[in-house]
């Protein structure tokens, strides 16, 4: 009889994450972009053993003319959703200790954000800006309900904002 009792099982991955990115600016525009890949979920903690890796993509670009500026931006990202399996001390023992978890149906724990905007700013006077702006950000999950207040499962939420606004620097 083999017993786990007063061992411990490592259950966590160590957090890391590589990141490139660039930009550049010629005659008034500006475009950029960044990609990360590696252990970590969305909120960059520490992921479980068996979770599938973060990826994530932004890009953006600008155009100044004068006082006005004008842009867009794009990012996309892919996670481990909140459908883990559950720990098995059975199947630790049995692994020796490698994979601590029961995995998932494939593709059941994959969480997707997808997020988007554009805006403008007029500058009146140097440090004075007025400026507006819409995003749209949606998060998907396949059978987790984002909105459990209407029936059925809301598997994908999005969120829409409209800004219109001054900014004072000085």
Known sequence: MNSLAGTQAKTLNDIGVYQVGAQASAYGFTVGAQYEHGDANFFWGNTQRGDRPMDQFFTGASY???????????????????????????????????????????????????GWGVGGNYRLAPGLDVLAEFSSFTVAERGRDLDPSNPGVQDRGTAKVFIVGTRLAF
Not at 65 to 82: H, L, R, S
Not at 85 to 111: D, H, I, Q, T
């Open 64 to 114: 100044t003319i004068g006082p006005f500026t004008v842009g867009g931006n794009y990012v996309i990202g892919t996670f481990e959703g909140a459908g883990r399996g559950a720990y098995s001390a059975a199947l630790s023992n049995a692994s020796g200790g490698r994979n601590n978890f029961v995995a998932n149906p494939a593709g059941a724990a994959l969480m997707r954000r997808v």
